[in-house]
């Protein structure tokens, strides 16, 4: 089933997906003209091909991400540092079901690629099973480790027979993602299939 993502705010680059693939990209009333049967998703703000999170180790590896029923003894803020080795050491078990988390903190914040050396194989697991791409990472990174890090990392315009994989934003432009950061993300979309929706 072809299926046709547009967003309020970049109605120039909606995106025709077919299966896991893009088909076209395109503005919007040419593609809808082209294809009235695909189905139509409408999104608020921009459609964008996505981020790269150059921080998976640091962010699955050695950080903790609390299960929501554990809320009122850890929060519910990704857990850094020493607790999170302490966490780590006490119940090593925790390390698969705190990657499986994170991974879909990631996902809510724009991700569709991430990048560094996991060793972890339950990191390692988590990250097969999410189907995030895997990219390169920069040489540089300013850090600190985060779901939304500065700068963002926009992965390279979709393009037809590319996988169907990016990122909707509710922004009025790629300024004021910069300035808003990748929390602002309403939709994520990885091997054509929508793998996260803002409530």
Known sequence: ??????????????????GARVAAVGPHEELAAAHPAARVRRWPGILTPGLLNPYAPELLEVTYHPDP??????????????????????????????ARRGVQRMLAHGTVAVAGDLRARPALDA?????????????????????????LILLPP?????????????VRDRGELVRRGAHTCVATVLAGKLVYRAR
């Open 158 to 170: 979709l393009t037809p027979g590319a996988p169907a994989r990016f990122a909707v934003f509710d």
């Open 127 to 151: 990250l097969r099973r999410s189907g995030l791409a895997v990219g390169h990472r920069p040489p540089n990174l300013p850090g600190p480790p985060s779901l939304s890090p500065t700068p």
């Open 69 to 98: 029923r554990e809320a009122d003894r850890l929060g519910t803020e990704p857990i850094g540092g020493e607790r999170a080795r302490a966490l780590f050491r006490a119940d090593p078990s925790l390390l698969g079901a705190s």
């Open 1 to 18: 089933m072809l299926t046709l993502h547009v967003a309020e705010h970049s109605p120039e680059a909606a995106v025709l997906v077919d």
